[in-house]
């Protein structure tokens, strides 16, 4: 497997897919175009925000990509040695992945949804969806003590 501490991954506009960068050679050096749902138009002034795809995180472990297709209505855990994406979890329209607290799952927004949703880094399939509001997009986790807030109120 690459040196994960000198390789970048990241998404382009208008690109189903993403690209891994040496950062040590300065070069792209491997690009994985990724599914494209047939019911998304290429007609680029559709694209939510400019973006195809939108939303990328990598399993603590550096073994595994999780990656949004924001247009294309999916999302889908990708082996970083071979770059095989795994099974494609059906999302409404996908807009940021992260890590789980545990980092056993990759956690996207659904802003078509208003939900956010967990799939499973080591099967690549979905494992919950909570609804949380409307049009959630940035995911981001953390800790609140539980008695920060003060005591339980009825």
């Known amino acids: 497997m690459r040196d994960r501490l000198n390789a970048l991954y990241f998404q382009v506009s208008f690109f189903n897919g993403f690209f891994e960068y040496d950062i040590a050679t300065d070069r792209i050096t491997r690009t994985k175009t990724l599914p494209k749902n047939p019911a998304t138009s290429d007609d680029r002034t559709t694209f939510v925000n400019d973006s195809r795809h939108h939303g990328i995180s990598m399993k603590p472990d550096g073994t595994k990509l999780c990656v949004a297709g924001t247009m294309d209505d999916y999302a889908t855990v990708v082996d970083r040695t071979t770059l095989q994406e795994g099974p494609l979890v059906t999302a409404s329209k996908p807009y940021w992945a992260t890590v789980s607290g545990d980092g056993k799952s990759c956690v996207i927004s ?3 949804s208003d939900q956010i949703t967990a799939i499973d880094f ?7 969806s909570v609804p949380v509001g409307d049009h959630p997009q940035r995911v981001r986790l953390a800790h609140v003590e539980a008695d920060w807030t003060g005591p339980a109120t009825n």
């Open 122 to 128: 080591a099967t690549g399939q979905k494992t919950v």
């Open 110 to 112: 659904e802003s078509g």
